[in-house]
């Protein structure tokens, strides 16, 4: 089985090459244009998951923040009823 299992991932990896060979030889772009293009979509992904990462942590930040004024009220609240009164 592992024998089997390795050639087929060697058979995936050969054809995986091949076709970026033959894509590389075939691109209807230079190089230069390929590589500016790879360039600006890279660039592009990068930008899109920066935002939803920023997006996605001021919105845990503002949970944090949500949770953290509940416990606190919580706590005053169990705070004051058992803390005994002292009067003079």
């Known amino acids: 089985m592992k024998d089997s299992t390795g050639k087929a991932l060697s058979g995936f990896i050969f054809g995986a090459a091949i076709g970026v060979a033959a894509g590389l030889l075939f691109a209807p772009r230079s190089g230069e244009e390929t590589r500016k293009r790879l360039q600006d979509k890279a660039k592009e992904y990068t930008d899109d998951v920066t935002q939803k990462l920023s ?14 004024e509940e416990v606190k009220s919580k706590t005053q609240k169990v705070g004051s009823k058992t803390t005994p009164k002292t009067t003079q």
Do not use: M, Q, S
């Open 55 to 68: 997006d996605k942590i001021d919105n845990l930040r503002e949970h944090v923040t949500e949770a953290g």
